[in-house]
């Protein structure tokens, strides 16, 4: 017997299918035109060494790096923020910063409007099942935090998620980066140079 696949990140790119038509997403180099970033289940400094002189370069230009990750990798000691969340919690975590946008009112409703599919059903399912209190609780962080980095992606464009493969190597992986793709798309960050959600 052998293989079929791959064990490594299938269960990602059905997400970014499902959700964008295929995994088309911008260059590693266009991250230099960032505003904000977050660096999501991934470790560039041990696995993407190449890529770590774009993210530097945003730095230096006044993105801000924030690091989501269960461990203290080495990407996350240079972020300006690290966030550890428990493992497995990543799309609780994007559903309750969802939520949070739904009730601030800054869902970029002109981009999903025009671009998404089903957006009013998936408010409908964030006003009935989701809360940030939830997301918070099951995550490990703070309702505030929650809050907080809602806020601060929304209010820098273009912004960024580097999503990584550790997220999606559960059993949930798939709707994890399905989460995170939602909240990137109601920041109307898709398609933006500097934007995205990267995977």
């Known amino acids: 017997s052998r293989f079929v696949g791959t064990p490594c990140w299938p269960a990602g790119i059905d997400a ?3 959700d964008m ?3 088309w997403c911008n260059d590693p180099e266009d991250m230099v035109k960032s ?3 977050i660096i ?3 470790n560039p400094a041990w696995c993407s060494m ?3 002189k774009y993210i530097y370069k945003a730095r230096e230009k006044g993105a801000k790096i924030v690091v989501i990750d269960p461990l203290l990798t080495q990407t996350a000691a240079k972020a300006d923020l690290y966030l550890r969340i428990r493992p497995g919690t990543d799309g609780a975590l994007a559903l309750g910063m969802c ?3 739904v009730d601030k009112g800054l869902v970029d409703t002109e981009f999903v409007t025009q671009y998404s599919h089903g957006y009013d059903e998936f408010e409908t399912y964030l006003r009935n099942n989701i809360t940030v209190e939830w997301a918070s609780t099951i995550c490990g962080l703070s309702a505030d935090t929650v809050r907080t980095l809602a806020e601060e992606f929304c ?3 273009p912004s960024t998620v580097w999503i990584g493969y550790g997220m999606q190597r ?3 992986g798939g709707a994890n980066v399905r989460a995170i793709d939602a909240f990137v798309a109601m920041t109307g960050n898709i398609g933006l140079e500097g934007g995205g959600a990267r995977y």
């Open 16 to 18: 970014q299918n499902y």
């Open 21 to 23: 038509g295929d995994m």
């Open 35 to 37: 505003r904000y970033i």
């Open 40 to 42: 999501w289940g991934a």
């Open 50 to 52: 190449h890529t770590m």
């Open 99 to 101: 939520r949070h946008l």
């Open 155 to 157: 209010a820098q464009k």
């Open 170 to 172: 559960h059993v949930n």
